[in-house]
């Protein structure tokens, strides 16, 4: 029996000190679900299914399994679906992003520990695609990602209606008097009306583009709808594309590379997409140690031109974005400046894949890069005294009128702060002010929630105020938009130099620059720093994951993944420990 080959059942057996025993024992059980002998002799592909009653994101994958199955089945593997964590991410308290290095842990460890050749990975919904990715990528078996697909459009009025610009489009016309409480209510039940995930370029779909140009993806599958025929096509062909990658193994570490990597931060910029995939991208990159420097970035940014004319930073959808040619047709317009020769799921190389016909491009919704939206990036990385390792703006959703600007800073101390405060038509504050928000980063007890988008103070909405600068180290929704300076490193729960901000400093802002400097001499900032306590409850005195992630939660700038996530230098630390 020992000599049988260690794949399907048989691979990572359960140790009982006895072997064969522990073959005989699986197979048994493994039979109780009315297996024959012949299909537990096939090589096994895991699913791992997020499907939650908590992520109305994930509500079709019932469906979209079957078709998975189907395509595993047609490969000649047996599918094994396996729940992990799942996260709908407006379910999530005290945020999603603490929890994504805690699925991306799941997904890791049950890939290792259960017995499959290989994987393909049901997400979509903003954190599960990075969980799942940082995932596979510290497993490192054959892994394939399959995306929910964006939600469809709906309708109020002659308006089209799409999660979740819309969303805070219409609060914020609430918020100043412009929708009337009646009105609001309706929109409520037609903003999110079919399966799928946020029909805007926001984190979802931002990411679903990064997993198809690093290659995890199958080619053409990161913008279809999520309730399209194709969806489920998709899905048969990435259940097939799995079971093929059995006899013809690529693990992430030969797809997720520097050059793929670099490849996926140009999408970003061209794509005007969300600011999170900047903190998933250096997650996922950082499970092969491979660094993503801000730095970097920048210098992509000035070279890339933003192509993709969606919302939050355009004004069109995701399911334009699919008939309009979808990833394709951006890979296509950039091809001069892309890695060709990085690989995918299907051993193809990104220049073989870019040699096919593209056939019809939408170019009012995909730019020619001769004739882009933008002649550079829509995300800028600033840096200075008030941010020395970092922040981001996302300058293609932005105002630019307010993009050189030196201001006055009314501060918020804390996320309860800015909720007591900022409707209080006492507080002083102007449209030229710069809003600040402190101890919103990952250290905090808010575990860097999407605050970033601080709500314009009703005195100045109400009086048609529809952007200002606001400043902070919590992370901003995808599909949000406004002069928004985010992710500042270190953090202010750290003793960044965010904390030692109060009302009335000076902030100057230098979008051309690449700068955000608070304008106060270092004597004082000593003497503040001196006198500053961090204003959070000690790791020490916490319990559980609350304890972990309070301990080990990295800086943006380092993706805020957990320190002993990331790879052990001289360790293989891979599923390749499971054949053994
Ligand atoms: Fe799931 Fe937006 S809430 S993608």
Redesign the pocket.
Known sequence: MTDQPKQGLARGLTNYGDRDFSIYLRRSFASSMGYSQEVLKKPIVGIANSFSGF???HRHFPELLEAVKRGVLLGGGLPVEFPTISL???YLSPTSLKFRNLMSMDTEEMIRAQPMDAVVLMG???KTVPAQLMGAASADLPAVQLV?GPMMTSRHGEERLG??TDCRRFWGKYRANEVSAQEINQIEGRL?TTAG??AVM????TMACIAETLGMSLPGTAAIPAVHADRLRAGEASGLAAARMISNPIRPSQIITAKSVENAMRVLLALGGSTNAVIHLTAVAGRLGIPVSLERLNALSDTTPVLVNLKPAGSDYMEDFFHAGGMGAVLRELKPLLHLDTISVTGETLGDRLEVDPGYVDHRIISRASEPLEPQGGLVALFGNLAPRGAILKRAAADKNLFEKEGRAVVFNSLEDLANRVDDPDLEITADDFMVLQNAGPKSASGMPEAGYLPIPRKLSETGVKDMVRISDARMSG?AFGTIVLHIAPESAAGGPLALVRTGDRIRLSVEEKRIELLVDDAELERRRAAWQPGIVPPEERRGYDRLYATEVLQADEGCDFGFLQPVVGHAGSAKEAEK
């Open positions: 992520n109305s994101c709908g991410e407006v979509g919904c903003d929910a999660a979740c999110a995930t946020c926001g984190t979802a779909s599909t």
